[in-house]
């Protein structure tokens, strides 16, 4: 394990984790962590042995379950000749996961880039949250976080995938971290699939249920007042031999196969509401949505409508029933794109659709903590377990810093914000000037489009 680790011949450490030997420098170890600072400061000339090395070795601990580094004395001979076999401390075989925690760790105090999938992408949560705890350990927090951040990233889509598949344990290492990624992209998941994961719901902290609860509350009442407006939508069209500006808004409910279609469409329509198919749905109305926005033969297709008519029609009635309709259809598709809009990094074309929406995010003033300038962090929340590394960085921290050869991490509060945080919902589907929130406003749009198409319809059911 340590073979994959670099050695380096001017190191003036050696910390042996058996079988892996490790060669540092003091400067790096006492930059990065204060727990090794504290450690190797209080030495002196003490533990250096004979190479002119510190000797630290990994020995158990009750209270630590990835062991402690302790100095070991160049002084002590017990180790050493038969005379003292009799007193001789037993070698521990620490297990690969131990020593591969501790290779990551050194790796991210070296700035490179620690081995999260080992074994499967499975155990990158649980490798997180060993490093988290190793890292609180050695109240080493400010170099570990970023650089787990970083290393997740660098797993591609499949990290995304990881979250989607658990964003509730997810959001609990986002939070402990207090890295703004990872907290945004599960939020995203947990809000869309709120009614699937409520019997899950109660493992959240308080502080974070209670955002997440409340985002989809807002997420809801968004839904019924499109609902609404869906169920009251006409299309309109300038009445033939009327002037452009006195008849443009004439609802176009005087013609008989537009009204059949209006009336047919909201049958339908509340009958999907009725059977809970919508926003109260498991899926938080994510498949309704979605034929909606496809329109054409997803939904109300011709054999659905010959099964639900009360009434035999003719095959012209049903002809101009189902292109009405379509007009109908494709008025409505205009409400539901803003639903449909992807706000995660998840790659639904090259992981597979998401059975719930993820239109609803989270905003940068929104995040349950406050990240001050100097890079330390703080919740607002009195009950929530904080690490103990959060404390204002000396001035001798600083001088450490200034020894390393090594290049420091660009950030240390693991920060990495969404592309867009302005807006609740994007309006990449809808023209610059539309208003998402104004419900009214959608679905007016193009609204002498099928103008047309109404004309043709009502010379044929004449010439009928």
């Not at 190797?40 to 209270?63: D, K, N, P, R, T």
């Not at 909201?266 to 509401?273: D, G, H, I, K, L």
């Not at 494709?330 to 409400?335: I, L, N």
Request: net charge negative; aromatic share 10%; charged share 25%.
């Amino acid at each position: 394990m340590g073979s994959t680790f670099p050695q380096f011949s001017d190191g003036d450490v050696n910390i042996i984790i058996y079988e892996d030997v490790y060669r540092l420098h003091s400067t790096v170890l006492k930059a990065r962590s204060r727990e090794l600072r504290d450690l190797l400061s209080s030495l002196g000339s003490y533990g250096i042995g004979h190479f002119g090395c510190v000797q630290l070795e990994l020995v158990e601990s009750a209270s630590h379950g990835y062991g402690v580094l302790e100095v070991l004395d160049p002084n002590d001979q017990y180790r050493y000749g038969p005379m003292y076999m009799r007193l001789q401390k037993p070698i521990i075989m620490w297990p690969p996961d131990i020593r591969l925690l501790w290779t990551n760790m050194f790796k991210i105090l070296y700035g490179l880039c620690p081995l999260l999938d080992q074994g499967g992408l499975q155990n990158v949560l649980s490798r997180c949250w060993e490093l988290v705890n190793l890292a609180d350990c050695l109240r080493a927090t400010r170099a570990v976080f970023p650089a787990i951040v970083e290393a997740l990233q660098g797993l591609g889509p499949h990290f995304y995938a990881l979250i989607a598949e658990d964003p509730i344990n997810w959001i609990k290492l986002g939070t402990y971290m207090r890295s703004a990624l990872i907290f945004k992209e599960a939020a995203i998941h947990i809000i869309g699939n709120w009614n699937a994961l409520e019997d899950d719901l109660d493992y959240l902290p308080s502080v974070v249920h209670e955002l997440c609860e409340s985002k989809q509350a807002e997420l809801v009442e968004f839904k019924q007042l499109l609902e609404a407006r869906m169920l009251t939508y006409c299309p309109y069209t300038t009445l033939r031999g009327a002037s452009c500006t006195e008849d443009i808004n004439t609802p176009c409910v005087k013609d008989f196969g537009l009204w059949t279609a209006m009336t047919y469409y909201s049958q339908w329509f509340c009958m999907a509401v009725a059977e809970d198919r919508t926003y109260y749905a498991r899926d938080g109305g994510a498949a309704f949505y979605r034929a909606i926005h496809a329109g054409g033969d997803a939904y109300l297709d011709t054999e659905e409508q010959a099964h639900t008519n009360a009434f035999r029609m003719s095959v012209y009635r049903a002809k101009m029933l189902d292109k009405t309709l379509n007009i109908l259809k494709s008025g409505m598709s205009k409400f539901v794109s803003v639903l449909l809009v992807n706000e995660s990094h998840y790659d639904p074309d090259l992981m597979g659709e998401l059975p719930y929406l993820t239109c609803c995010k989270v905003d940068d003033e929104e995040l349950p903590w406050i990240t001050w300038p100097d890079g330390d962090w703080h919740v607002d929340c009195d009950e929530e377990l904080f690490l103990s590394d959060y404390e204002v960085v000396t001035d001798s921290d600083g001088d450490d810093e200034a020894e390393i050869d090594i290049t420091d991490p660009e950030s240390t509060t693991a920060e990495v914000t969404s592309a867009d945080t302005s807006e609740t919902f994007a309006t990449d589907t809808l023209p610059v000037d539309t208003d998402i929130t104004d419900v009214e406003s959608i679905g007016t749009e193009d609204e002498n489009k099928n103008a047309s198409v109404v004309d043709e319809d009502e010379e044929m059911t004449t010439a009928e």
